[in-house]
């Protein structure tokens, strides 16, 4: 959607799919970056989403045991914004979406589902879409697969995936939150479980990360002593865990890290979780893929425009942004073989490890933390003029 936008604002024509009705998907990633917020301060927009309905996170902080530990302090970062913005993601993407409707080369078909892929002559030209009208062909200059970790477009294409390993799952749920509870979002650790929490105002949004492929044996124990694993962490929460009332309350992400070898064919380019998924530590995968979107646009738009748009300039999207995604996922794969998995397959007592140690005796070190979630290792700026042309 982001990529949409910036090349119709570029004066590209642009048909974004989005194959459900609407964005409505809970538990997507809800966290905005100051990265991003800096863009959008870029394309002048930022004061308008600020109006939209969010929570600001200006410090990260963890419970190791019955310790609590500072990690993370935004308020020195080089951008506009010294926090992280929480939207819910469907209020994000139809923010997005209002704004490319600025432009009349921009269009947003809903309930258009990518299903195939048209080859001409060793190129992709386009897609074959499932409408409700029936199916569909677009043709199309350059074709984006930005569908996400289980991709259908980088499925259809081919293209060799690098399984790069997850140790860990997710169970996301929510969890009231009282005006009298703590501010602070958290994760908390003890030996054999994690609990992320999520300030949400009127609720947390809560993350018990487990081994991978525990799910099956969580829900056999019952939802009762899930509830029961939840208050012992949390004895706050003790009166108010009956909310899950069914393992229909409980969403399970399974975590996956890989990424592609080769992010493009001719005619055709991948971003996002689908060129790499991202781990959910760090909450960073919304931001490296919005990322993906403005270094593609800086690159390949002036090329669209022109209709002269080669193979070179696919390869250089993904030069660009390779050493970004393989350093951050690098630092994702070795906080969860070292840090995550030994903490779930723990017994005794934690000790609080050494570098967070650090971050207490040192409290200026917490910037280290906050600049590598808050802008990664290549954040990208708006480069691509307005065109007159494409209102």
């Known amino acids: 959607m982001m990529l949409g936008f910036l090349l119709a604002r570029a004066g590209v024509d642009v048909v974004v799919l989005e194959k459900h009705a609407d964005f409505l998907r809970d538990f997507r990633g809800d966290t905005i970056h100051p990265s991003t917020l800096e863009v959008m301060y870029e394309l002048g927009i930022l004061e308008e989403f600020l109006k939209r309905p969010h929570q600001e996170v200006r410090e990260l902080s963890a419970q190791v045991g019955d310790e609590m530990l500072g990690i993370a302090d935004f308020s020195h970062l080089p951008t ?28 947003a078909k809903m309930q258009a589902e990518a299903v195939g892929l048209i080859k001409q002559d060793g190129r992709i030209v386009g897609v074959s879409v499932k409408t409700p009208a029936g199916l569909v062909e677009i043709r199309a200059g350059l074709t984006v697969g930005a569908d996400g970790r289980h991709s259908i477009v980088r499925e259809l294409a081919g293209f060799e995936v690098e399984d790069l390993g997850a ?4 169970l996301w749920m929510r969890i009231s939150r009282r005006p009298n509870d703590r501010e602070q979002t958290l994760g908390h650790a003890v030996a054999g479980r994690i609990l992320v929490m999520i300030n949400r105002e009127d609720y947390w949004q809560c993350a018990f990360v487990i081994p991978k492929g ?43 890290v890989d990424r592609l070898r080769k992010w493009w064919r001719p005619g055709l380019l991948c971003i996002g979780d689908a060129a790499h998924a991202m781990s959910p530590v760090g909450g960073v995968g919304i931001n490296l893929a919005i990322q993906d979107a403005v270094a593609s646009a800086n690159i390949l738009s002036a090329k669209l425009g022109a209709d002269n748009l080669s193979d070179r300039d696919l390869a250089a999207v993904q030069r660009r942004r390779e050493f970004p995604t393989r350093a951050t996922q690098r630092l994702q794969v070795a906080i969860q073989n070292r840090v995550i998995r030994r903490v779930l397959s723990s017994s005794e007592a934690l000790t609080v490890p050494w570098p967070l140690r650090l971050l207490q005796l040192w409290p200026s070190l917490r910037r280290i933390p906050a600049r590598v979630v808050g802008l990664g290792f290549r954040p990208e700026n708006v480069r691509t003029p307005e065109s007159s042309q494409s209102h």
């Open 80 to 107: 506009h914004c010294k926090f992280l913005a929480l939207m819910p993601q469907w209020d994000f993407l139809n923010f997005i979406v209002e704004q490319g409707k600025r432009y009349a080369r921009f269009q």
């Open 214 to 256: 525990a799910a099956d044996e969580i829900r056999k124990r019952g939802i009762e002593q899930f509830r029961q694993d939840i208050a012992n962490l949390e004895p706050f929460l003790r009166d108010r865990v009956n909310e899950l009332r069914e393992w229909n309350d409980v969403s399970l992400l399974t975590v996956k």
């Open 167 to 170: 140790p860990i799952d997710v």
